[in-house]
């Protein structure tokens, strides 16, 4: 498994290529426990990088201001529990899009809005 370099917001964070082992690390998820058909998941981790965790909720919580399907999202998930966890929902798409873009070695270029375009 590749380890690769990220930037983020002035940290460096070393990634080791899978998603829930990234959002783990940066605290938006918690550990997952399977036993036969039952997959529970425990609380958000406490082991964390807690300066990552806080730019990026921050930045989740304004991002469906200015993103339809980051919306979406967070509406979504406002609908199973609360506005936290919309806004754990969309900062978790925000490290997926990081890790997307940074695999590709290329610069993020979002969709055209689908309401924007409509107009």
């Known amino acids: ?28 998820c918690g550990d997952e426990k399977s036993s036969a058909d039952k997959v529970m998941r425990t609380p958000l981790s406490k082991q964390r990088n807690k300066h990552i965790q806080r730019v990026l909720v921050e930045a989740a919580k304004l991002a469906p201001r200015h993103d339809h399907n980051l ?9 199973k529990g609360n506005a936290n966890r919309g806004t754990l929902a ?12 940074d695999r590709g070695q ?12 409509a107009a």
Request: charged share 20%; with cysteine; aromatic share 12%.
């Open 90 to 101: 969309v900062a978790r798409k925000m490290v997926a899009y990081l890790l997307a873009v």
């Open 71 to 79: 919306a979406l999202v967070y509406e979504r998930e406002k609908q």
């Open 1 to 28: 498994m590749s380890r690769t370099l990220l930037s983020l917001a002035g940290f460096q964070v070393i990634i080791s290529g899978r998603f829930w082992v990234i959002a783990e690390d940066c605290g938006l």
């Open 106 to 117: 290329r610069d993020f270029v979002p969709f055209p809005d689908s309401q924007s375009a």
